[in-house]
């Protein structure tokens, strides 16, 4: 059911003209958590979606709230990786429209655990000036902004200018030369500051505790199922494959 926020958001302030309505699905106490905003480009390279999925899944299990736009890309990227309950997703269009309908089945989840706003009335279809204004306010929302990838003239770099209006701090990853072009240009005119160490950098916000004994890999030695290890640990399976942790043959799981 569509409800709308009653009272004053207070981190939406900073926008340059408060929205007449907030309309909401979901859980609204996620707005009094800590929050940070992530955003990033529709087609990230493989470096940026795996980092993508580290930083939102460690900032989500140090207690913060990952907000986003539920855009493929690095958006969806973050909220899976943050988990439902970690999450606020700010959509471009009205609450009773899917956009991308792609995305459906995660946003239906977030509507469900998570919460999901729009500035929108019910019926809003998705159009291209609506999504600066979805910026806006989901910038607004964050502590500060990460940009995991962004090229040139994207409309990612509308999100970092309203960061610098707002005065938030901006993060981004370092890239490869000619690769992320824009972020790489943030980090040269000192707009933006490199994330070198993750948990160094998700401690400033809340408290990441590294284990010496990992609960994920002591269950990865009995060789489940690929379906038993994405049940119980959503946000490590996606990762630990990647970074080469453990590998899977015939649906099971196997360390390396």
């Known amino acids: 059911m569509i409800e709308i926020l009653k009272g004053d958001i207070k981190e939406l302030s900073h926008m340059k003209k408060y929205p007449k309505n907030i309309f909401y699905k979901g859980d609204a106490g996620l707005l009094q958590r800590k929050k940070i905003s992530i955003v ?3 087609k990230p390279n493989q470096y940026a979606r795996h980092m993508t999925h580290e ?4 900032l989500a299990n140090a207690g913060l709230c ?3 736009g539920g855009a493929i890309g690095i958006d969806i990227i973050a909220h899976k990786a943050a988990g439902a309950k970690n999450t606020i997703m ?3 269009t009205g609450l009773d429209k899917y956009y991308p309908s792609i995305n459906k089945n995660v946003i239906q989840d977030i509507e469900k655990d998570g919460l999901v706003l729009s500035q929108f ?3 809003t279809p998705s159009k291209r000036y609506n999504f600066p204004l979805r910026n806006e306010l989901l910038v607004a929302l964050g502590e500060v902004l990460i940009v995991m990838y962004a090229d040139k003239n994207s409309g990612t770099m509308r999100s ?3 960061a610098k209006k707002m005065g938030k701090e901006i993060y981004v990853l370092p890239h490869r030369i000619g690769e992320s072009d824009a972020t790489n240009l943030l980090l040269e005119d000192g707009t ?3 994330i070198y160490d993750v948990d160094k950098f998700v401690n400033k916000f ?5 284990k010496d004994c990992d609960e994920f890999f002591e269950f990865c030695k009995s060789c489940p199922t690929y379906e038993e290890a994405l049940r119980k640990f959503p946000n490590r399976v996606f990762v630990s494959e990647l970074n080469g942790d453990i590998k899977v043959v015939n649906a099971k799981v196997y360390l390396c």
């Open 40 to 42: 990033g480009s529709r």
């Open 192 to 194: 933006a500051q490199a």
């Open 121 to 123: 009335e019910a019926g």
């Open 55 to 58: 930083i939102a899944s460690k």
């Open 66 to 68: 990952i907000v986003s």
């Open 206 to 210: 809340g408290y990441f505790e590294k």
């Open 90 to 92: 700010v959509a471009g």
């Open 160 to 162: 970092v200018e309203y």
